[in-house]
Nanobody
Framework: QGQLVESGGGLVQAGGSLRLSCAVS??????YGWFRQAPGKGREFVAAIRESRSSTYYADSVKGRFTISRDNAKNTVYLQMNSLKPEDTADYYC??????????????????WGQGTQVTVSS
């Protein structure tokens, strides 16, 4: 059974940076994703990375500012977030699945989820 544990959230000023980490254990996965959920809103796709080819995918709202990566030696997936904006404020969740999703921006495609880490960007 796989387990995902996020860390690295916190409070940062607009324009600042944070790096989120997702420690992976208990299983091997084909796809890793980051989603976020702002207060009163649904959970939305942020970024994803494939295990086999390291192909990356981003939501338009974060493209050019966020970078997803993975370190297989450390069994960790990262989300580097630069040029943060107040609208990036949300709980951020790491997700994974053993199969490549048909539609990787869809949350229901991911079976395994972490508990979330809070990111707050002040203006």
């Amino acid at each position: 059974q796989g387990q995902l544990v996020e860390s690295g959230g916190g409070l940062v000023q607009a324009g600042g940076s944070l790096r989120l980490s997702c420690a992976v254990s208990g299983s091997t996965f084909s796809i890793y994703g980051w989603f976020r959920q702002a207060p009163g809103k649904g959970r939305e796709f942020v970024a994803a990375i494939r295990e086999s080819r390291s192909s990356t995918y981003y939501a338009d709202s974060v493209k050019g500012r966020f970078t997803i990566s993975r370190d297989n030696a450390k069994n960790t997936v990262y989300l580097q977030m630069n040029s943060l904006k107040p609208e990036d404020t949300a709980d951020y969740y790491c997700a994974a699945d053993r199969n490549i999703p048909v539609l990787l921006i869809r949350r229901n495609e991911y079976e395994f989820w972490g508990q979330g880490t809070q990111v707050t960007v002040s203006s």
